[in-house]
Structure formats: C-alpha cells, structure tokens
C-alpha cells in the first residue's frame, strides 16, 4: 500500500519553461532519490495525473515513457504503472536561468541540452530581462541543484544582481554570455568579452566600412545590452578615424547616405530596415546595415545582411562540456563576422 501522497512530490511550476512532461519526470527520480518513492510504488494512471495536475492526457504520457525508457518505472497491463528500481544514475540537475527567448537563446539552449544528453534533468526559467522576477526564481529555487547556469543581462536593476549571485556556492554556479565583475571566488564562465569582440569584429570590416562618411550604433537608453558593446564601437571608430554618431531611438533618425549603422536589437533592425526600403538608397551601396547576433533568416533579408555575432552553438557545448568535467573555467566565446551585401 503506497503510504506517500504523490501529489506532494509532483508539482507543476507554471513559471518554468521546462516542459510539463519532464518536471513531472524529474520529480518523481528526485522522490526516488530522497526515499519518498520505493521499489514496487504504484503510481497513478495516466488519466488520473492528468486530472490532478490540471495537465493534457499527452504530457501525463510522456512522462512516464521517458521513465520507462530510464528502466526507472514499469508497467502491468490492469494493475498500471509502478517504481520498477530504485538503482539509477541520477542525472547532474540543473536551474538553467535565461535572461529571454530569441533566436540565439535558442541555438545555446539546443546545443547545450543535445552535449548533456541524459546526463542532466533540467529546470528551465526566463526572467525577461526584469531584475524582480530574477531575484524571486532564485530565491523561490533553493532546493538541491547540481549547478546554476545563469545568464545576467538587465534592463535595470542589474546593479544588485551579484548580491543574488554570490549567495549561490560558487562550485554550482555557471555564468553564461556576461562576467559580473562583482561576482566573486572560482566559478566558472563561458562569457563574451563584449568591448574587444564589437572591436576586433569591425575591424574586420574595415574594407566595406571605409566606403561610408559615418558609422551609426542604434544603442537605446532602455536596453539589457551591456555599455561595453558602446565602449567598443566607439574606441574602434576613434582609433580609425571614422565619424561616428549613437542614436538611441531609430524611429526618429533620418536615413541619409554615406552611413553605416550597426543594430542590436531585432526590433529596431525591422524599424531601421523599413525605413531604408521607404527611401531610393540602396542597401550595400548607399547605406550599410551590421546586425549583432546571427539567426538564420539574416541570411536571407535584404540579399544576406552582414552580422558580428557571439558562436552561440560553441557556447552551449562549451557550458555543457564544463557541468561535465566539474570545471571552474571561465572561457571567452570567439566572436564571428559573416561579411553579406547589407555593407
């Protein structure tokens, strides 16, 4: 007779990204784990999970095919499905802490899951930028996690978020994308090194550059983006003798030829891009166009738009191969520049 409430070891958190098949899945190898669920307990039915945890009939599925698949539960056509062992690898588990979802969040994300293979059960979070909510997943995340893999970018706020960070044992903590220089002890890191990456890749592009009077960085006020990105691009353009300018709002500049500009966000690429198309300059010719960050459609847009951007699929593997070996690194991700017609 099972003598533990399941439902007080599974719970669903409707603020992880990690799907629900998986959070179920997790739960019950942690319950295993800590001896909440023995050899022979017979879990619920398929339909009655489902009930329970408000979740589809499909999820309730999936999770436990993914047990069975682990040889961790079984099943007996008529009496259901139960803890089939209790010996198991335990998969390194993981509170991997995303500042947003975008394209390239994507590639770091796929590539980093795909390295770990099952060698890792994993919490995944977005906190959207917002200082608040990063601290409150955090703070309502203490239980026993193998590592935090946290990527800290802010909007504001972003002052106080070592404070958050140091209480985590450095042993267990993984910086992703930035350095916090008030992080403190050996952790480790796979980060880009923003200032001499925007330098060195524009350096590259001295040739296509050269045939613009200005170069543009379209930097908003409002951005996680960090200012050593505008420290960079302004200690390139002052090295080389460009002209240069920052504009922190697109929808109030006016295209003109002989300029160059570089955009970080996807947003104020689309405004930017309007607004040449509404003009007879030609892109490449008239005006150049540098994006920050690759995604596959800007190899398409506008015949190929030129892109400086971090490898993203290197840093997923490379954050992954760390867990892994137990290593405190910290390694800087090389930047890549893809030269298109958009310069």
């Known amino acids: 007779m099972n003598s533990t409430n399941i439902y007080s070891i599974i719970r669903i958190d409707i603020q992880s ?42 999820a309730a599925e999936r999770a436990y095919r993914n047990l069975k698949q682990m040889g961790v539960v079984g099943s007996v056509p008529g009496k259901g499905y139960f803890i089939a062992t209790t010996e198991f690898i335990q998969p390194v588990k993981i509170f991997l802490l995303f500042n947003k979802l975008s394209t ?44 935090y893999v946290i990527v800290p970018h802010f909007l504001e706020g972003g002052e106080n978020a070592a404070d958050i960070i140091n209480a985590i044992p450095k042993e267990k903590l993984l910086l992703m994308s930035k350095l916090l220089p008030d992080v403190t002890g050996k952790y480790a890191s796979v980060y880009e090194d923003f200032e001499k990456d925007i330098s060195s890749s524009l ?21 996680y983006h960090p200012v050593e990105i505008l420290q960079g691009f302004i200690s390139f353009c002052q090295h080389y003798a460009f002209n240069y300018a920052v504009v922190d709002s697109i929808e109030a500049e006016q295209i003109q030829a002989g300029t160059a500009y570089v955009s970080l966000m996807e947003d104020d690429l689309v405004i930017l891009i309007e607004k040449i198309l509404n003009t007879n300059l030609t892109v490449g010719k008239d005006v150049g166009v540098i994006s920050y960050n690759e995604t596959p459609l800007k190899r398409i847009i506008l015949n190929g738009i030129t892109t400086i951007s971090s490898n993203f699929e290197m840093m997923g593997v490379k954050a992954a191969e760390m867990i892994l070996e137990k290593s405190t690194e910290k390694v800087a991700i090389p930047f890549i520049v893809n030269l298109r017609n958009s310069l």
Not at 116 to 125: H, K, P
Not at 203 to 223: A, G, H, V
């Open 17 to 58: 990204v990690t799907p629900k098949y998986l959070q179920i899945s997790n739960a019950i190898l942690q319950g295993i784990e800590n001896g909440s669920l023995g050899k022979d307990y017979l879990l619920p039915s398929i339909n009655d999970l489902s009930y329970e945890l408000e979740i589809s009939r499909d």
């Open 104 to 147: 390239h969040k994507k590639i770091i994300y796929d590539s980093f899951v795909k390295t770990l293979g099952d060698n890792a059960a994993i919490d995944f979070y977005i906190y959207n930028n917002n200082f608040l909510l990063f601290k409150k997943l955090l703070g309502q995340n203490r239980q026993t996690y193998s590592y």
């Open 203 to 223: 350096e590259q592009l001295i040739p296509r550059l050269s045939k613009y009077d200005t170069i543009k960085i379209i930097f908003p006020n409002y951005t």
